[in-house]
C-alpha cells in the first residue's frame, strides 16, 4: 500500500512539475527566452493587437505581465518589438544601426530601447528614445550605438545594452490602423551600419 | 505493467493540471509581485504616488517609456467597501487614466483631451449602481496609472506639478 501511495505522490509531483514546465516555456517565461515569433510582424517588428486585453490568449498574458506589464489595451496603444536588424541578425551593442523611418498612423509614437531582461540599460546617456517630437512629419532617422555620433545625427543609446530590442510605441492609433495594421503603418527599418564584432 | 497504467495516467492528469495552474496564475503571481514591490518603494494604497522620470537608474516596472511621466495607485476594493474616487487632472498634451486588475488585463481608459477626469472605481458586484462615472473592476486588487507625455525634463517639471492634484481615494 505504501509503494502504491509513493508512486502516485511521485507521478503526480513529476506531472505537476512538468506541466509547470511547459506552461512557462510555452509563455517564453523561461530564462534566456527571446522569442520573436507574435500574431502580427511588420517587417521583423512584432505585434499582438490583443496584448492588455481581456482578449489575449493565457499564453500571451503571461508573457506581457513578465515582459510588457501593464500594457495598454489597443484603443489606446499598441505596441512592436524588433529584436534583429534587417538581415535577421541579433540587436547588439556591439554594432551601429540606422533606424529610418517616416509618419505613423497614431496620435503620439516612440521607439525605445531594452536590454534582455526587458529593463531600460545601465547606462546615464539620457538617449534612450526617440519619439514623434523630434521627427518632424517626414522621413526620419536615428543612429542606434554605443557612442553618440560625431554629428547632430538622432542617437539612441545602446551602451551596456548586451543584445537588446527596439519597442515601437503607437499611442492613440486610427481606426484603419487598428483594422489592418500591416496595411497601415510602414515598420520603420534597422540597418546595420557597422560592428566591431562579428554578429553572433 | 498493467499495475503502472493507472499512476501514468494520473502522472497525465497532473500535467495538464499542473500547465493550466501555472498558465493562469502566472500573471496573478508577477502582478502581486510587482504590487508589492511598488509599495515597498513608496507607492501607497488609495492614493498617486508622482514617479521619478523613468530612467535606468530609476525604473521599477519592465519596459517604462522615458517620454512618460507616471502616476500610480495601488488599490484594494476589499478595504474601500463604497470604493473609490479617481481623479486626473487637467494637462495638455496626451493623457490618460487606466486601470489593470489583478490578471494584469487593462479593462478601462479614459484619455484626458486636456480635460479633467473623474471616476468612481467600484467592485464588479455593484454593478446594478448607475451613473456615467463609474468604473467596475473585474478584482479587488489592482493598479492604477496615469501616463502624460513628457519628451523633455522642462514637460517632467511642468506636469508634475500638476499632478501632485490627482486624486485616488476611498470614498
Given amino acids: ?200 | 505493467m498493467k499495475k503502472f497504467v493507472l499512476p501514468l495516467l494520473f502522472g497525465a492528469v497532473m500535467v495538464v493540471v499542473g500547465h493550466f495552474a501555472a498558465l493562469y496564475s502566472a500573471p496573478n503571481v508577477i502582478m502581486t509581485g510587482a504590487m508589492t514591490m511598488l509599495s515597498e518603494r513608496g507607492v501607497p494604497l488609495h492614493a498617486f504616488s508622482f514617479a521619478p522620470r523613468p530612467t535606468p537608474q530609476t525604473q521599477t516596472v519592465v519596459r517604462p517609456s522615458p517620454d512618460l511621466a507616471y502616476s500610480a495607485c495601488l488599490y484594494d476594493l476589499d478595504a474601500a467597501p463604497r470604493g473609490l474616487r479617481v481623479t486626473m487632472a487637467a494637462s495638455e498634451g496626451y493623457s490618460s487614466l487606466s486601470f489593470f486588475d489583478a490578471s494584469t488585463n487593462n479593462f478601462v481608459t479614459i484619455r484626458g483631451e486636456g480635460k479633467e477626469a473623474s471616476v468612481r472605481l467600484l467592485p464588479q458586484s455593484a454593478s446594478a449602481e448607475a451613473g456615467d462615472d463609474i468604473v467596475l473592476s473585474p478584482s479587488a486588487k489592482g493598479i492604477i496609472l496615469i501616463r502624460r507625455l513628457t519628451p523633455t525634463q522642462a514637460d517632467y517639471d511642468a506636469v508634475a506639478a500638476i499632478a501632485a492634484d490627482d486624486q485616488c481615494g476611498v470614498i
Fill in chain 1, 1 to 200: 500500500m505504501l509503494k502504491r501511495i509513493a508512486i502516485y505522490a511521485l507521478t503526480g509531483i513529476f506531472g505537476l512539475g512538468l506541466g509547470a514546465y511547459t506552461a512557462l516555456a510555452m509563455s517564453g517565461l523561461l530564462p534566456g527566452d527571446r522569442r520573436a515569433e507574435a500574431a502580427i510582424d511588420l517587417d521583423g517588428w512584432m505585434g499582438d493587437l490583443t496584448q492588455g486585453s481581456a482578449d489575449a490568449s493565457p499564453y500571451l498574458r503571461a508573457r506581457i505581465a513578465r515582459h510588457g506589464l501593464l500594457a495598454l489595451a489597443k484603443s489606446e496603444a499598441i505596441y512592436f518589438i524588433r529584436a534583429t536588424d534587417d538581415t535577421g541578425e541579433v540587436l547588439s551593442e556591439d554594432c551601429t544601426y540606422r533606424l529610418a523611418g517616416g509618419p505613423m498612423p497614431a496620435g503620439w509614437w516612440s521607439v525605445t530601447l531594452y536590454n534582455a531582461d526587458s529593463f531600460l540599460p545601465d547606462n546615464t546617456d539620457q538617449a534612450l528614445s526617440f519619439d514623434a517630437s523630434r521627427a518632424g512629419d517626414g522621413a526620419w532617422s536615428a543612429i542606434v550605438s554605443p557612442v553618440r555620433p560625431d554629428d547632430q545625427s538622432n542617437w539612441i543609446s545602446s551602451r551596456n545594452a548586451g543584445q537588446f530590442d527596439l519597442t515601437l510605441r503607437l499611442y492613440m492609433p486610427d481606426a484603419e490602423t487598428l483594422n489592418a495594421p500591416a496595411q497601415a503603418i510602414t515598420a520603420p527599418s534597422v540597418e546595420r551600419v557597422s560592428c566591431t564584432k562579428e554578429p553572433s
